[in-house]
Nanobody, 122 residues
Framework: QVQLVESGGGLVQAGGSLRLSCAAS????????MGWYRQAPGKQRELVAT???????NSADSVKGRFTISRDNAKNTVYLQMNSLKPEDTAVYYC????????????????WGQGTRVTVSS
């Protein structure tokens, strides 16, 4: 019964900031990798950033220097601090959890959130 819930999306002006949050709930023992993906209108879903349980990060070149991913393992929550936002950052942002270990071996290992919309106006 694992569920990912995103929050923090909204409408901002170019150059502004937003902080996205994603909390995983359920009987979770651990999550290996948490991250963010986004999908803009007419485009495929793409990687934004990921972070492992020990803090190793990976991010797209287009967001390096502007976005910062972090996580709180105790809360099973991942964050995405987005600064210097551009109109091309407009997309639905999806939270992802991979390598999810629950107390039941029958549960899946990977989960996706419903998405939170980010709109950056010029």
């Amino acid at each position: 019964q694992v569920q990912l819930v995103e929050s923090g999306g909204g409408l901002v002006q170019a150059g502004g900031s937003l902080r996205l949050s994603c909390a995983a709930s359920g009987s979770i023992f651990s999550i290996d990798t948490m991250g963010w993906y986004r999908q803009a209108p007419g485009k495929q879903r793409e990687l934004v950033a990921t972070i492992t349980t020990v803090g190793i990060t990976n991010s797209a070149d287009s967001v390096k220097g502007r976005f910062t991913i972090s996580r709180d393992n105790a809360k099973n929550t991942v964050y995405l601090q987005m600064n210097s936002l551009k109109p091309e950052d407009t997309a639905v942002y999806y939270c992802n959890a991979q390598g999810v270990v629950t107390f039941s071996p029958l549960n899946p290992n990977d989960y996706w959130g419903q998405g939170t919309r980010v709109t950056v106006s010029s």
